[in-house]
């Protein structure tokens, strides 16, 4: 941790192959209020240990992100897991996110990055699976998001859909 708070990549590296979910888990939990250093971390565990991060460890960054208001950051992440073609990503991504969000001290607008990427990326059908779980545990999307939705769904040929939502 000391490596990383005066970053010390070098020494780092000696390291990077002991790294386990927890530990990382650990480090992220530890710099949660420093995004920019959050930021390096992902990418320094990225570049060394390419399959160490997890749905745990996503969800956990991007409660970090959405909580110091990087929504960008958060989405540029989220676009990365959601074009994995999991199929069942969606549900395991959403439950990832629930079972962080007291964890890491959350901000509600993660589950609207969540739902907001999905309509970007035209993925209707995950997009309004999110929004009912999103319902369920009492969270709503934003008007933007709400918007983005609206207009992936018309793109789509799907207006009454989309009428049935709005």
């Not at 969540?114 to 779980?133: G, M, P, Q, V």
Request: proline share 2%.
């Amino acid at each position: 941790y000391s490596f990383l708070i005066h970053s010390e990549w070098d020494k780092l590296d000696t390291l990077s192959n002991k790294l386990t979910v927890f530990r990382i888990k650990h480090i992220l939990l530890k710099i949660l209020k420093d995004s920019v250093l959050l930021d390096d971390f992902y990418k320094w565990v990225v570049l060394k240990q390419p399959n160490a991060h997890t749905l745990e460890t996503h969800s956990v960054i991007l409660h970090i992100l959405s909580r110091n208001r990087k929504f960008r950051c958060a989405e540029s992440i989220l676009e990365g897991i959601v074009e994995s073609r999991d199929v069942n990503l969606p549900s395991r991504l959403f439950e990832a996110i629930v079972y962080s969000y007291r964890e890491a001290d959350s901000f509600p607008h993660v589950f609207n990055s969540l739902f907001k990427t999905y309509a970007h990326l035209k993925r209707c059908r995950n997009a309004t699976d999110t929004f009912f779980l999103m319902k369920d545990y009492g969270f709503l999307p934003t008007i933007e998001s709400c918007n983005v939705y609206l207009s992936s769904l018309l793109s789509l040929n799907q207006a009454d859909i989309a009428l049935a939502f709005y």
